[in-house]
């Protein structure tokens, strides 16, 4: 099986015409012989994207990390906050448990629209002006 080079080493040697002008890579004489006889061949080859475009692509990767770790986070305050296994939730506990859900939300607010942070922890938009009073909040089903 042949070894095989990269196109640009191949454009050197037969630029230069030297066939020992990478002796480090240990490239057979007869290889870089018909090299320089058979000439440059055509390479296609794919530009790497800008740094601009690098620098887009990563600030959307970064926002929709946001917003990834806020809704697991406003997952987890829930799953902290309840005292009961999570399919048997039906109402919002109180005091601190209550005030780490608002605190959860609150920061996921910041980066996701408030309808969105409330679907994920299931509770309807109508029943979150309820959260601050100390009424029970029931999940919308």
């Not at 697991?72 to 005091?95: K, Q, W, Y």
Request: glycine residues 4%.
């Amino acid at each position: 099986m042949g070894r095989t080079y990269d196109h640009r080493i191949r454009e050197a040697i037969v630029g230069s015409g030297d066939p020992n002008l990478f002796p480090q890579l240990n490239i057979p004489r007869s290889t870089t012989r018909a090299w320089i006889r058979r000439g440059a061949r055509h390479v296609v080859t794919l530009e790497p994207p800008d740094e601009h475009t690098l620098r887009v692509q990563l600030s959307r990767i970064e926002a929709q990390n946001v917003i990834l770790r806020q809704v697991v986070r406003l997952l987890l305050a829930l799953i902290r906050t309840s005292a009961m296994p999570f399919r048997d939730l039906s109402r919002l506990p109180e005091g601190t448990r209550k005030q780490a859900l608002l605190q959860a939300i609150n920061r996921a607010r910041e980066h996701i629209p408030l309808a969105h942070a409330l679907r994920v922890i299931g509770l309807s938009k109508s029943r979150y002006p309820r959260l601050g009073c100390p009424t029970e909040v029931l999940f919308a089903r």
